[in-house]
């Protein structure tokens, strides 16, 4: 629990043992997100996380942090909420990618709009794998799952380019098995005034084999070895929409932009902190005599 | 003598300025001392369809729409053909001369029809002719016996706040009164007669919830537009920076009740607004703030179904819906206001039950309630106590451990809530089922202890509501039991019943979860009968009375048409009824 002194990963875990399938990608998440709270020296207390439903968002019981578990697709207008109520924390909405694509869909497309200072953070392991691993919209052509036992006939969903195209000011991708590489993508999000937004490829060894370690280990690469400019709006979109088969981890896109809540100036304030006891209305009702 | 009471309604085109110069007529006649309501009746278009708005006007308390019509206004031919057998037997039609054809024979008794060449006035005066609604303005005001002073002020006052041509629009008003002056002789059976103006306000509904939510310190309203819910958006829109809320139209309904439940949580008051077809998609979030306890009001503006059904229309089709919406069973807290003034006065109420029992609160109206525009008086509007519930004091928390936020042991089933940034209240707010510190568990035992917590909420909340009180007379012939938007119609009947001798008397349910258990048994008690009033088909409040208390009404008056009740058909059906 919180020592304040010092914080490391135990700061933010609690006693519930977690209860993801060994060798799932989760594990290493985690670790990657605890860390990057750690090293930023952020209070349990001061970090709202909002889940969605699905394997990563059974993650709800292991952060001693305000821990929010709410229904299928729904973790962002939550967070939204959460922020424009108490723009003091830090807030993360966390999900998987049949939450986050396929229900939450709409939500990801118009909170990205909105540039919100909250971060996204997506464990993509391209199933539906607490419902027993059916088709997600990131899993491949021709995947077969129980769903699609002829193999997935959809075309797969670009969270990046959809990420960068609709207003994201910050879009990364990270990748469960190098956890200190999203462990630093994740402090980057954090820090980012804006709509953050992570992508993080994960490995599901109980329903994924088609995707496995050694199938990414062939295809990813770092954009930073490529000296790509993640202020270039067009070599991001390029980078997100790339075809050579490879796929690319690190910053996509990161712009300064005015956030939401730097565009109402209620906000100024924290809503949470303003005095609501001495309402007084009696002058503004001229309008209705 | 003429009758001061009377019913005034114009009719057009959609697009011809019908609501703004309904609206000019209501606050006229609202500063001269007289009660006013006034209905707005219009399809789902921005053009092509037929708009009409109705004023009802008395210097003594008028609560609907009463009809007949005592001066019908009609732009187009469709608003005579539409309405006039609306018109009272000693009433009239002004008719838009050259436009609409009509005579004194298609109305109903011995009124009459005057032809007023409102496109030639516009016409002469350099005008466009969508002003000829100003100019039947005028004429009404003329062949009412007004003076022209009040009228030329509220044109003044209207055309000020949209920026435009003031100054014509007076003098179009002048020409349509001037006209009437000089070719109407004939003595008409209804004028207006002011009254000293005690300072009264006219506000809809939706503007009563919308001041009420400000004055509750709601911080945040989000929401997505869906007739009649949408003013209230517009409203606490245009409020927005004076008392500094966030007011935020979300992607759809889904996101609002989302983004209101968190702020919720994140414990500033905070509401969201739709109608039926909305609240459908917010059930499953309304369910999921009743399994996390978190405060939260919501607004069901109902509109006649199913689905899209009719959607500028009226009807109370919703009162199941909301007790009975999202899966399995929480604790429902429903209030149903049944004026502006109610509207105003709950949905304050709103915000404190829903602290106070950490739980969201559905305030339930109709397109009747909610656009409606009606006269106010006596509003409080200064400060007042709020009830934040709950809530534990940072102070008193251990940093370093996690709270126990959904303990069971609490006689009340409220549990002490920390909000999020207090150290030492971390927690986990859980839509799974979970144990008292919020993990989720799936014993049956925990289960058990958690859904009997959640439950007596509203066992207690069912001791500390007001019990409704009974209006009217005792040893009443006939005791209306009703909901809602309703109660304006059952007051004007009331009114009419009485003075054909009988004793009728009024039990307005405000509460319909916790349901006032005990009064209704009481008055169904003593009640010689009881007739239940509602807008829909199969009589919602009184099946949920039957399943409380096992009582039965001795009628139902129903109707679901998608227009508010008339008084004259309450009438009309009690007289039937009760022979």
């Known amino acids: ?62 952060y001693s942090v305000y821990s929010f578990h709410g229904i299928h697709g729904r973790s962002l207008p939550v967070a939204s909420g959460v922020k424009l109520a108490n723009s003091d924390l830090t807030v993360i909405a966390d999900s998987g990618d049949g939450d986050a694509y396929g229900e939450g869909i709409s939500h990801f497309v118009h909170t990205a709009r ?48 959809v990420a960068i195209l609709n207003g994201a000011t910050f879009v ?69 929409i790339r075809t050579d088969g490879k796929i690319p981890l690190g910053v996509y896109y990161q712009i300064e932009k005015p956030s939401y809540g730097d565009r109402i100036q209620q906000l100024e304030t924290p809503l949470i902190k303003h005095d609501i006891t001495q309402v007084d209305i009696s002058k503004s009702l001229a309008a209705y005599r | 003598m003429a009758h001061t009471t009377f019913d005034w309604k114009i009719g057009g085109p959609a697009g011809y ?40 006007v008395s210097p003594d308390p008028v609560y609907t729409t009463r009809r007949p019509v005592s001066l019908l206004v009609c732009l187009d031919q469709m608003t005579f053909d539409e309405h006039r057998h609306e018109v009272a037997e000693d009433g009239a039609a002004i008719i838009n001369k050259g436009q609409v054809e009509a005579s004194d024979n298609e109305l109903p008794g011995n009124a009459n029809v005057y032809a007023i060449p409102l496109d030639e006035i516009v016409e002469q005066q350099g005008g466009e002719k969508v002003m000829r609604n100003v100019v039947g303005l005028g004429a009404s005001f003329a062949l009412l016996g007004g003076e022209f002073a009040p009228l030329k002020e509220i044109i003044e006052f209207t055309f000020e706040k949209k920026g435009k041509e003031i100054e014509l629009n007076v ?113 499953e979030t309304y369910g999921m703030a009743g399994m996390m306890e978190i405060p939260v009001v919501l607004i069901n503006a109902t509109r006649p179904g199913p689905s899209t059904g009719m959607p500028t229309w009226t009807g109370q089709g919703d009162l199941r819906f909301v007790l009975h919406s999202s899966q399995d069973e929480f604790p429902r807290f429903v209030l149903a206001p049944g004026d502006t003034v109610q509207c105003f006065e709950l949905t304050q109420v709103a915000f404190d039950l829903a602290e106070r029992y950490q739980t969201p609160v559905v305030i339930l109206t109709d397109k009747e309630l909610a656009e409606s525009y009606q006269w106010v008086e006596n509003l409080d509007t200064k400060p007042r106590a709020l009830d934040r519930g709950a809530v ?8 370093g451990k996690l709270f126990p936020r959904y303990v069971t042991d609490v006689p009340d089933g409220v549990s002490p809530r920390p909000l999020p940034g207090m150290a030492g209240g971390e927690h986990v707010a859980n839509s799974d089922e979970h144990n008292e510190e919020g993990f989720s568990e799936e014993g049956s035992e925990m289960r058990v202890k958690q859904m009997d917590k959640r439950f007596r909420k509203i066992a207690e909340a069912a001791k500390h509501i007001p019990p409704p009180e009974l ?33 009728v008397n009024f039990l307005q349910i405000k509460y319909i979860s916790p349901l006032p258990i005990q009064k209704i048994k009481d008055v169904f008690g003593k009640a010689k009968k009881v007739a239940i009033v509602e807008g829909n088909k199969l009589g919602q409040l009184a099946g949920w009375i039957r399943e409380h208390t096992g009582l039965t009404p001795d009628y139902k008056i129903l109707k679901y048409d998608g227009r508010p009740f008339f008084p004259d058909e309450i009438v009309t059906t009690v007289r039937e009824e009760l022979k």
Not at chain 1, 180 to 207: R, V
Not at chain 2, 33 to 48: K, M, Q, T
Not at chain 2, 392 to 399: E, F, G, I, Q, S
Request: proline share 5%; with cysteine; charged share 20%.
């Open chain 1, 114 to 161: 909105t540039n919100i200072d909250i971060t996204y953070l997506v464990h993509d392991n391209h199933l539906y794998s607490l419902t027993t691993g059916q088709t997600s919209p990131t899993s491949g052509e021709g995947m077969k799952t129980k769903s699609m036992p002829f193999g997935n006939i959809d075309h797969p969903f670009n969270p990046i380019a």
């Open chain 2, 392 to 399: 534990v004091d940072a102070k008193n928390l251990t940093p």
């Open chain 1, 1 to 62: 629990m919180a020592d304040e002194q010092k914080l490391t990963q135990r700061s933010y875990t609690t006693e519930y043992t977690p209860t993801w399938c060994p060798g799932c990608g989760n594990f290493g998440i985690m670790p990657a997100t605890k860390g990057a709270y750690a090293e930023l020296g952020l209070k349990p207390h001061e970090v709202a996380m909002i889940f969605g439903i699905g394997c990563s968002s059974n993650g709800s019981n292991f």
């Open chain 2, 171 to 283: 003098r179009l008003a002048k020409a349509g009164y001037d006209y009437v002056k000089a070719h109407v002789q004939h003595e008409f059976a209804y004028s207006i007669k002011p009254q000293k103006n005690p300072d009264r306000m006219i506000m809809s509904g939706n503007e009563g919830i919308a001041w009420g939510a400000i004055k509750a310190g709601c911080k945040m309203y989000a929401a997505y537009p869906m007739t009649p819910a949408s003013s209230v958006l517009h409203n606490l829109a245009a409020q927005a920076r004076n008392y500094q809320m966030v007011v935020k139209h979300c992607e759809d309904e889904i996101s609002a009740v989302n983004t209101a439940v968190g702020a919720g949580y994140a414990g500033i008051r905070a509401m969201t607004g739709t109608s039926g077809g909305g609240f459908s998609l917010m059930s």
């Open chain 2, 17 to 56: 300025g019908i609501k703004s110069v309904g609206a000019m007529f209501a606050r006229a006649l609202l500063r001269q001392g007289l009660y006013v309501f006034a209905y707005d009746e219009y399809p789902s278009l921005i053009r092509g369809g037929h708009n009409a708005y109705e004023v009802t």
């Open chain 1, 172 to 240: 990364a991708q990270g990748f469960s098995s190098d956890i200190p590489h999203l462990k630093e993508l994740i402090k980057q999000a954090i820090q980012h005034k804006g709509f953050s937004f992570i992508n993080i490829l994960q490995l599901c060894p109980t329903f994924n084999k088609v995707n496995e370690f050694p199938w990414y280990k062939e295809r990813v690469i770092k954009l930073e070895d490529e000296q790509h400019d993640a202020s270039d709006y067009q070599a991001a979109v390029n980078q997100a």
């Open chain 2, 471 to 503: 209006e009217g007379d005792k040893n009443a012939d006939l005791t209306f039991v009703s909901w809602g938007s309703t109660r304006g119609a059952i007051l004007e009947a009331m009114k009419d019943l009485r003075a054909q001798g009988m004793k």
